[in-house]
């Protein structure tokens, strides 16, 4: 490419017009949002090696009731870590126009976050179903009853309802937002 070529590209990238304010404000906020995702993402990789060293831990003591929650926190670490995978690889949009792009980014974000929320409601039943196992090991592979156990199944169980509500709720407003901009996307399409 000649210079003058380059100069004349360059003086037509500049001169094309800004986005409109909305547009630029709707960019500015995804943008501070992805920011938000990549801590969330790096916390939620320490809590899952965390759990994989509990498990390992685990299964190392070597006893019938360490060996089985060590392969079950093994197994529900992998399981957690699979929805989890699942809500964050959506689709990045390619739309060139302004509007369109900020349309297609807001609606890639609300899809991701009904994504998001599904992958809450099937770890909270993979939760469950954790605590459960847990508490019919202690009961089949342990001869003692322990009362520390049983409180911190309750405790569980407790957190776990508590979660599930807030995915079912955080479920509910995201599926409205992105019905929402669907609309609008159908609406600028005609």
Same mark, same amino acid.
């Given at each position: 490419?000649?210079?003058?070529?380059?100069?004349?590209?360059q003086?037509?990238?500049?001169?094309? =017009?800004?986005? =409109?304010?909305?547009?630029?404000?709707?960019?500015?906020?995804l943008?501070?949002?992805?920011?938000?995702?990549?801590?969330?993402?790096?916390?939620?990789?320490?809590?899952?090696?965390?759990?994989? &060293?509990?498990?390992?831990?685990?299964?190392?003591?070597?006893?019938?009731?360490?060996?089985?929650?060590?392969?079950?926190?093994?197994?529900?670490?992998?399981?957690?870590?699979?929805?989890?995978?699942?809500?964050?690889?959506?689709?990045? =949009?390619?739309?060139?126009?302004?509007?369109?792009?900020?349309? &297609?980014?807001?609606?890639?974000?609300?899809r991701?976050?009904?994504?998001?929320?599904?992958?809450?409601?099937?770890?909270?039943?993979?939760?469950?179903?954790?605590? &459960?196992?847990?508490?019919?090991?202690?009961?089949?592979?342990?001869?003692?009853?322990?009362?520390?156990?049983?409180?911190?199944?309750?405790?569980v169980q407790l957190?776990l309802?508590?979660?599930?509500?807030?995915?079912?709720?955080?479920?509910?407003?995201?599926?409205?937002?992105?019905?929402?901009?669907?609309?609008?996307?159908?609406?600028?399409?005609?």
């Amino acid at each position: 490419m000649k210079n003058s070529e380059w100069t004349d590209l360059q003086r037509l990238w500049k001169s094309s =017009p800004p986005y =409109p304010a909305p547009v630029a404000e709707e960019l500015e906020r995804l943008a501070r949002r992805r920011k938000w995702q990549a801590i969330e993402l790096a916390a939620g990789s320490v809590v899952g090696l965390a759990g994989l &060293a509990v498990g390992i831990t685990l299964i190392l003591r070597g006893d019938a009731f360490s060996i089985f929650a060590g392969t079950a926190a093994c197994v529900f670490v992998a399981v957690i870590t699979a929805l989890s995978s699942w809500a964050w690889l959506a689709p990045q =949009p390619r739309a060139d126009e302004a509007v369109s792009r900020a349309l &297609a980014e807001a609606r890639r974000n609300a899809r991701a976050g009904v994504r998001h929320a599904a992958s809450m409601i099937w770890a909270t039943v993979a939760g469950m179903l954790f605590t &459960a196992a847990m508490a019919l090991a202690r009961g089949f592979l342990t001869i003692e009853a322990n009362l520390g156990g049983f409180v911190v199944i309750g405790a569980v169980q407790l957190m776990l309802a508590a979660w599930l509500a807030l995915a079912f709720r955080y479920y509910q407003t995201r599926s409205a937002a992105l019905a929402r901009l669907d609309a609008i996307a159908g609406a600028l399409e005609e």
